[in-house]
């Protein structure tokens, strides 16, 4: 009886935990995190009873969760990765919406502001137009500075976004390590039985932390869980919690960076943070953000730089040359952000600094100088990590020049400091107006050329410019069509040797027309000019004209008045006796003379080969070989010649007095819009954006992609964790049913056992 007993009441404790475990089951079914519970039964040990062995019952061996270790540390996986995903793909496609937007975007500024141009190209003289511009330019000035604006509330999203994951990571962290406490402390109570509620409650939180940085865990055999964030933290370990804060970027005032406590000092762990919302914010300050904001910047420098050159070779309404259109660069607000590590041993003391020198070189990459002590220095472009290597050991100040950037190291700091150099982000911020009266607007070109009336070639002179602002010289300046001669003079030339039985003289003609003559024992003509000036002085006879180049060492022969006649040059030694080979004497042209060979004859074609450029006062300026429609360049003009000129043809270049309607340098202006300005020659304006727009573009649908296919798989990883540790309540029901008729009949057996012995008692009473 007693053993019957004995069995039906241990069924009775097993049934109803299994009742009860099924009660929490159905109770928890919308739990969060919850893991399915079922109690694991086993038999008793038997009794011996002479006979043999009779079981002695049943017995509750634990109460276990469905679970699978793999499952939920890919679900775990999975959740880091579509939250790093879910955050950067909001985060990019805010930043697509604005360089994207056809109407708030920079495109349409740029291509209003450079029909500006054009509509004032059409009426140079028009102050409304030029009013129009003016205008349109400050429209444009706007969208830059909105576009930093909205650069700076997304920069302030993404450090919201880390400050508060990290507060949140700081509660998960103490949840988890007095969950640990709670765990490690029943675990040893329970003769090292889980504790079911507080397993899950656990999982749940470190997969909430997978929300904000990646996570992995190493479990203790205490049952305590120790828990490293991103490339290996420890955030917990044991019952003890590490507690992380945010500050400033050693670099950017206006950036958080997160930081852990190590004893008294603390670590800056940034870089070892991925994964989560934390590890998509810092993705897409360093990856999309910054780009983009050094890409907006490097085109309002480069704009800002080609309009205000231009500009500058320019003349205005008040005949005057024009200036900066634009902000000049490299000012404290339109120029490179030089900021000092606040590691710096020497910090603010102005060591470093930085200038644009060319504008169409920039990068939109930032760079990191490190000074390495012995005057060596490493500077990196961070955009492509690539290295230069800087010896400053000639002496400072040093500049080094990379990327249309100097960067200037005025003297040596401390040994490991180090400088943030950010050449174009400040170009949305610091670009402005430097004009504000319309009649400003260089329109003009100051200088004009002409064909002289008297040419006789098919020359025509090209466009005509200034080159340079400050080497423009204004004056009248005639830029003349002739032969190089390939005279010398000087050093030997037109020395006359004879054998002393004769009197030898040396004869130049041109055109048949004697211009000098020199007897033997006469000085020679000192130099060309002196060679010109003979051949100048009998210009009314031989209707050619010498001219001589300012380095006088070239001599050039134009007819006078302009013709296509060839210019004939005759140099001849003659004696009053029979000459012999000992006569000789060297020509002004080249010719070598002797008593035997006594006469040369050089003929220079009529159609030019060469220019030369004189003054107002005739002093020459420019010289060189004439090829159709190259430039020619002088004291800050450049023009060009087409066609075949006759020698003697002139075309004048002179000062554009009253030149209100002339529209040539703001056509130049407007025209900078399709011009390869960036990039290093390789992009214009709308190129460089339009790349900008699809980079961003690409990148945001990209994460889209990406981030719709982890979403699938995490709901795959959600699935597969419910379908092993979920609760079903048609198996829970099913359940109940199967236990409590086992509890029923368990109980009909106790009253069966109950009869047994009441009638063993009837018949003992008998």
């Known amino acids: 009886m007693a053993t019957i007993l004995q069995i039906s009441v241990s069924g009775l404790q097993a049934f109803q935990s299994k009742l009860a475990t099924v009660s929490q089951n159905i109770a928890n079914v919308n739990t969060e995190g919850y893991s399915r519970q079922t109690v694991d039964l086993t038999a008793r040990p038997p009794e011996f009873v002479g006979f043999g062995y009779i079981g002695s019952g049943v017995k509750v061996a634990g109460i276990t969760r469905e679970y699978d270790a793999f499952i939920n540390t890919q679900l775990i996986s999975n959740t880091g990765l579509a939250s790093q995903l879910n955050e950067l793909y909001g985060l990019n496609s805010q930043l697509d919406n604005l360089v994207a937007d056809p109407n708030a975007g920079l495109a349409p500024g740029l291509q209003n502001f450079f029909d500006a141009f054009q509509d004032v190209a059409d009426d140079p003289s028009s102050l409304t137009a030029r009013q129009v511009l003016l205008g349109q330019t400050d429209a444009l000035i706007n969208r830059f500075g909105n576009f930093q604006q909205r650069f700076d509330e997304l920069a302030r999203e993404a450090n919201a976004t880390i400050e508060n994951s990290v507060i949140e990571v700081n509660s998960l962290a103490k949840?988890?390590?007095?969950?640990?406490?709670?765990?490690?402390?029943?675990?040893?109570?329970?003769?090292?039985?889980?504790?079911?509620?507080?397993?899950?409650?656990?999982?749940?939180?470190?997969?909430?932390?997978?929300?904000?940085?990646?996570?992995?865990?190493?479990?203790?055999?205490?049952?305590?869980?120790?828990?490293?964030?991103?490339?290996?933290?420890?955030?917990?370990?044991?019952?003890?919690?590490?507690?992380?804060?945010?500050?400033?970027?050693?670099?950017?005032?206006?950036?958080?960076?997160?930081?852990?406590?190590?004893?008294?000092?603390?670590?800056?762990?940034?870089?070892?943070?991925?994964?989560?919302?934390?590890?998509?914010?810092?993705?897409?300050?360093?990856?999309?953000?910054?780009?983009?904001?050094?890409?907006?910047?490097?085109?309002?420098?480069?704009?800002?730089?080609?309009?205000?050159?231009?500009?500058?070779?320019?003349?205005?309404?008040?005949?005057?040359?024009?200036?900066?259109?634009?902000?000049?660069?490299?000012?404290?607000?339109?120029?490179?952000?030089?900021?000092?590590?606040?590691?710096?041993?020497?910090?603010?003391?102005?060591?470093?600094?930085?200038?644009?020198?060319?504008?169409?070189?920039?990068?939109?990459?930032?760079?990191?100088?490190?000074?390495?002590?012995?005057?060596?220095?490493?500077?990196?472009?961070?955009?492509?990590?690539?290295?230069?290597?800087?010896?400053?050991?000639?002496?400072?100040?040093?500049?080094?020049?990379?990327?249309?950037?100097?960067?200037?190291?005025?003297?040596?700091?401390?040994?490991?400091?180090?400088?943030?150099?950010?050449?174009?982000?400040?170009?949305?911020?610091?670009?402005?107006?430097?004009?504000?009266?319309?009649?400003?607007?260089?329109?003009?070109?100051?200088?004009?050329?002409?064909?002289?009336?008297?040419?006789?070639?098919?020359?025509?002179?090209?466009?005509?410019?200034?080159?340079?602002?400050?080497?423009?010289?204004?004056?009248?300046?005639?830029?003349?069509?002739?032969?190089?001669?390939?005279?010398?003079?000087?050093?030997?030339?037109?020395?006359?040797?004879?054998?002393?039985?004769?009197?030898?003289?040396?004869?130049?003609?041109?055109?048949?027309?004697?211009?000098?003559?020199?007897?033997?024992?006469?000085?020679?003509?000192?130099?060309?000019?002196?060679?010109?000036?003979?051949?100048?002085?009998?210009?009314?006879?031989?209707?050619?004209?010498?001219?001589?180049?300012?380095?006088?060492?070239?001599?050039?022969?134009?007819?006078?008045?302009?013709s296509a006649t060839a210019i004939t040059v005759t140099e001849t030694l003659s004696t009053d006796a029979p000459a012999d080979a000992a006569d000789t004497v060297t020509g002004y042209f080249g010719s070598a003379l002797t008593g035997v060979a006594n006469t040369n004859t050089l003929t220079f074609s009529g159609a030019a080969d060469s220019y030369i450029v004189l003054d107002s006062s005739s002093a020459a300026v420019a010289d060189g070989a004439y090829t159709a429609g190259n430039t020619i360049s002088f004291n800050g003009i450049q023009t060009s010649v087409s066609g075949t000129p006759n020698l003697g043809d002139v075309f004048t270049v002179s000062p554009n007095t009253s030149g209100v309607s002339d529209n040539r340098n703001v056509l130049l202006m407007a025209g900078l819009q399709n011009q390869l300005t960036l990039s290093g020659g390789t992009e214009d304006f709308n190129t460089a954006y339009t790349n900008l727009v699809a980079q961003i573009g690409t990148e945001t649908r990209k994460v889209e992609l990406t981030r719709d296919a982890q979403e699938v798989l995490l709901n795959q990883s959600v699935a597969a964790r419910e379908a092993k540790s979920g609760v079903n309540l048609d198996e829970e029901a099913a359940n109940m049913l199967q236990f409590q008729q086992a509890y029923q009949a368990v109980s009909q057996m106790i009253a069966t056992a109950d009869r047994m012995f009441q009638t063993i008692i009837n018949v003992v009473s008998r």
């Open 175 to 562: 949840d988890l390590a007095a969950l640990n406490s709670q765990i490690t402390a029943a675990f040893g109570n329970a003769a090292n039985q889980p504790v079911n509620d507080l397993l899950d409650q656990r999982d749940l939180l470190v997969q909430k932390l997978a929300e904000h940085v990646s996570v992995s865990t190493v479990e203790q055999s205490d049952g305590a869980l120790n828990v490293f964030i991103g490339s290996g933290q420890a955030l917990v370990t044991g019952v003890v919690a590490q507690t992380l804060s945010t500050g400033v970027n050693e670099f950017d005032p206006t950036r958080k960076d997160i930081f852990v406590s190590n004893g008294n000092t603390t670590v800056n762990i940034s870089q070892q943070l991925t994964g989560g919302r934390i590890g998509a914010a810092t993705q897409f300050l360093d990856t999309s953000l910054e780009p983009a904001r050094n890409a907006i910047g490097r085109i309002a420098l480069v704009l800002a730089s080609t309009v205000n050159a231009q500009n500058r070779l320019g003349m205005d309404l008040n005949g005057q040359l024009g200036g900066d259109f634009f902000s000049p660069l490299n000012t404290s607000t339109f120029g490179p952000v030089v900021t000092d590590s606040s590691r710096n041993s020497i910090t603010g003391a102005g060591v470093v600094s930085a200038q644009i020198t060319d504008a169409g070189s920039l990068t939109t990459s930032d760079y990191r100088l490190q000074y390495n002590g012995a005057n060596q220095y490493t500077l990196t472009r961070l955009e492509d990590n690539t290295v230069f290597s800087i010896d400053a050991s000639s002496g400072y100040p040093f500049t080094y020049n990379q990327d249309g950037v100097d960067f200037i190291i005025a003297s040596a700091p401390g040994a490991g400091d180090s400088y943030l150099i950010r050449p174009t982000a400040n170009g949305a911020r610091g670009i402005s107006a430097a004009i504000s009266d319309p009649r400003s607007v260089a329109a003009a070109v100051p200088v004009r050329a002409e064909n002289a009336l008297s040419n006789t070639g098919t020359g025509q002179v090209g466009d005509t410019r200034i080159s340079s602002a400050t080497a423009y010289v204004a004056d009248t300046y005639q830029v003349i069509l002739a032969d190089n001669a390939g005279a010398a003079a000087g050093g030997g030339v037109g020395v006359i040797s004879e054998d002393g039985d004769n009197v030898v003289q040396y004869e130049l003609r041109i055109n048949g027309n004697l211009v000098y003559s020199q007897t033997e024992g006469a000085a020679p003509l000192a130099d060309l000019n002196a060679l010109a000036a003979q051949i100048n002085g009998a210009v009314g006879t031989t209707g050619v004209r010498a001219y001589v180049n300012a380095a006088g060492t070239n001599l050039y022969l134009a007819n006078e008045p302009p």
